[in-house]
């Protein structure tokens, strides 16, 4: 017996369904933003994702040489292939350039529920403008998305790099202290992050406030904490109009400030933001974002860009966790002939169905009409339609619905109107 790979799932018609229902759902409110779709392959040259995270990050990736001795790697996220793609063929395009997918990524990890090898993300980027209200519609985007789905009860966490940066500079901690404590701080290890911070010679009372600051909401307080940081002062203000925006011009009220949001890739600056699905539990994140230098490192003329993904499989399964009811796979009719005598007319009427975009099928096992139906039954047909010679020879056929039972006799002529009517 074959079983797939650790780490990877198949999906059965039923599960197609659901992800097909999302990825519409999701593509058409990308659309409605003004978002066009982007695909780029499954595997890039391996310096595409070591070049900023360095050589580290091949142990999290499915990494090979080609025939050719080629060093190549299937993608763990879409933003770098992207990013290439702008470089490499989009940059005369007129700005601000929107562009979404949704791709398979490929990630070395250990596997549990809601974390996979192999994972669907969506995910959009946004390039050459970061104005506040700019960045006021990616954080609107990323939430009308998931609420579009369905999704009831969703947190969006906005956080800001560069105010934690600033932190880090009236503490005096330098740059390596700072790659531990940042980790830390991802994860809300705050146990670990006050001993780590005690290490740094960071006093008491110092690591308290900071404690408090990075779970507070009140960017009063955060300010009064900073002080008298230039940068920090200015991305504190352009915070508070990308708040303002957010709330009054996109009527998004359900958002939390939270700098211990600080993302665990590497080529993040500036806002950060994540959106959770509490019912998940443990891998609860469904969404990760913020604004991000690529272009430059990647060879192109620098522009302002941004971005998030959404975790495609989870906001299924936060979907499910929630009771949300996906719409249900189901056959439009099903035809059966009642003995093979009356199988090409079968065939005709269905075949006739299909081209008026009727879903339809036909019995193609000879079975009787009893067996016949209950198959019909379980293919969750609406309607049926019985051929018999008697009914033929006036050139009609009973038509049933499956629903209430109730049967009619319609003519040939008529089925397909009768039909897109219902
Ligand atoms: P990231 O690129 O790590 O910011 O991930 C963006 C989103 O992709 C996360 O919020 C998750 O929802 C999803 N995701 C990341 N890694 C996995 C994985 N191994 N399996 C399933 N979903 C994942």
């Known amino acids: 017996m074959f079983q797939v790979p650790r780490g990877t799932r198949d999906f059965t018609p039923d599960e197609m369904q659901k992800r097909r229902y999302l990825e519409h759902n999701m593509a058409k409110t990308f659309t409605s933003f003004g978002y066009g779709e982007i695909q780029t392959p499954t595997f890039e040259n391996l310096e595409l994702f070591t070049a900023k995270s360095g050589e580290s990050i091949i142990n999290e990736l499915y990494a090979f040489n080609d025939k050719g001795g080629r060093s190549l790697a299937l993608r763990p996220e879409l933003t770098a292939p992207v990013i290439r793609c702008y470089v490499e063929r989009l940059q005369m395009e007129p700005k601000p350039l929107k562009l979404f997918y949704f791709g398979n990524c490929y990630r070395y990890d250990r596997p549990q529920k809601g974390r996979y090898r192999e994972f669907q993300q969506a995910g959009c980027e946004i390039i050459g403008t970061d104005t506040c209200e700019a960045t006021a519609e990616l954080l609107a985007l990323a939430y009308t998305l998931l609420k579009n789905t369905g999704l009831k009860n969703i947190r ?225 047909a609406e309607k049926v339609i019985i051929v018999g010679p008697k009914e033929l020879e006036n050139k009609t056929v009973t038509l049933r619905d499956m629903k209430t039972g109730a049967q009619e006799i319609v003519t040939l002529t008529d089925i397909h109107t009768k039909l897109k009517e219902i």
Request: glycine share 6%; aromatic share 8%.
């Open 156 to 380: 969006l966490n906005i956080g800001n790099l560069t105010l934690i940066s600033a932190i880090f500079k009236k503490l005096h901690l330098l740059k390596d202290d700072q790659k531990i404590l940042l980790p830390l701080i991802d994860k809300t290890q705050f146990d670990d992050l006050k001993i780590a911070l005690r290490d740094c010679n960071v006093s008491e009372e110092i690591i308290n406030e900071f404690l408090d600051v990075l779970q507070t909401s009140d960017i009063n307080k955060i300010r009064s904490f900073i002080g008298e940081d230039h940068d920090a002062k200015t991305e504190l203000s352009t915070m508070e109009t990308i708040l303002d925006l957010l709330k009054n011009a996109f009527h998004i009220n359900e958002y939390v400030l939270k700098l211990s949001i600080v993302r665990g890739l590497d080529y993040y600056r500036g806002l950060v933001f994540e959106i959770d699905a509490p019912v998940l539990g443990a891998e609860k994140q469904l969404c990760g974002g913020g604004s991000y230098d690529l272009v430059s490192l990647f060879g192109g003329t620098e522009v302002p860009t941004s971005g998030f993904a959404i975790g495609f499989d989870r906001t299924i399964l936060a979907l499910e966790e929630e009771g949300f009811r996906f719409p249900a796979r189901k056959l439009d009719v099903f035809v059966i002939p009642v003995n093979q005598t009356m199988n090409t007319t079968a065939i005709q009427i269905t075949q006739e169905l299909r081209s008026h975009d009727i879903s339809a099928d036909f019995d193609q096992l000879r079975r009787g009409i009893g067996k016949s139906l209950k198959y019909a039954d379980a293919r969750h």
